[in-house]
């Protein structure tokens, strides 16, 4: 695991890189190292051609899978080890999102999932026997993800335990943000379906603000983050009541590395 989130991490840095500078750089062996690309390549992630590594040709969400990947990852299993048994799970679209549904159906149990993210359908549809409810919609290409009053009609039927969202920013006296008007309206509507509504979101999102009110504080039981959100944002949280889980990233260990025809490189090694 730790050598894709290697792989990854340098991926965000420098978008294109040559599989020998990713076999030099990460002390692998070629051979391992298509492994791991394999992996990658069949989950959309990145593209492999001609010796060459990139995040071009990934779609959107697949992209930013890659960054942050190993704080959104350790949001991801936080926020599975409080899923009961037996629960519906509602989640919206984004990175955050697909990797809590990855590590929900690694954790075998027993839930049901329900989604109008297309991306999130097909990037676990291959993992294990799982109940998938795929919502219709207005289908958006980019994010692959299904929005407007169609989507929220599919859902007037259903119930969920807990829906869980993404955000594009957050604004202290108001609370989270998204810069995609049908997608609020989306969101809104789903969340009148579910027991309780929890926001899944690195604490760089924090630092930002969407054009358009996602969801208030009043009417959310939890956010997802780690221990970097900003201290006004925290109080903000606290102050209305809200559930904070906040995910203590472990320090890494940074290395340089600098090899012909490359800018030098930062990127942390884990073992």
Request: contains cysteine; glycine residues 6%.
């Amino acid at each position: 695991m730790y050598r894709l989130i290697n792989i990854l991490d340098i991926l965000s840095t420098h978008n294109t890189v040559k599989v020998s500078f990713l076999s030099e750089t990460l002390n692998v062996s070629r051979i391992t190292l298509r492994k791991e690309l394999n992996k990658l390549e069949k989950r959309g992630i990145i593209k492999c051609t001609r010796g060459h590594v990139s995040l071009d040709g990934a779609d959107i969400t697949s992209k930013r899978l890659a960054f942050n990947h190993l704080i959104k990852r350790k949001i991801a299993k936080v926020a599975v080890e409080t899923i009961e048994e037996g629960e519906t799970i509602m989640l919206e679209s984004g990175s955050c999102c697909a990797l809590f549904a990855e590590e929900l159906i690694l954790a075998r149990k027993n839930v049901t999932i329900i989604t109008n993210s297309m991306f999130i359908a097909n990037y676990v549809s291959n993992l294990s026997d799982i109940k998938i409810i795929l919502l219709g919609g207005c289908f958006q290409p980019d994010s692959q993800v299904l929005i407007g009053p169609m989507t929220t009609n599919c859902a007037e039927s259903i119930y969920s335990d807990k829906f869980f969202i993404g955000a594009d920013g957050f604004i202290p006296e108001q609370g989270f943000t998204c810069s995609d008007l049908l997608r609020v309206e989306t969101t809104i509507g789903l969340a009148k379906r579910a027991n309780k509504v929890f926001v899944l979101t690195e604490s760089a999102k924090f630092n930002r603000r969407g054009t358009c009110s996602l969801i208030h504080m009043d009417k959310l039981a939890g956010v997802f983050t780690d221990d970097s959100i900003p201290k006004e944002a925290e109080t903000a949280l606290i102050n209305n009541k809200v559930m904070l889980h906040k995910v203590f990233i472990s320090e890494e260990k940074i290395k340089w590395r600098q090899f012909p025809g490359h800018t030098p490189i930062l990127y942390t090694e884990k073992e």
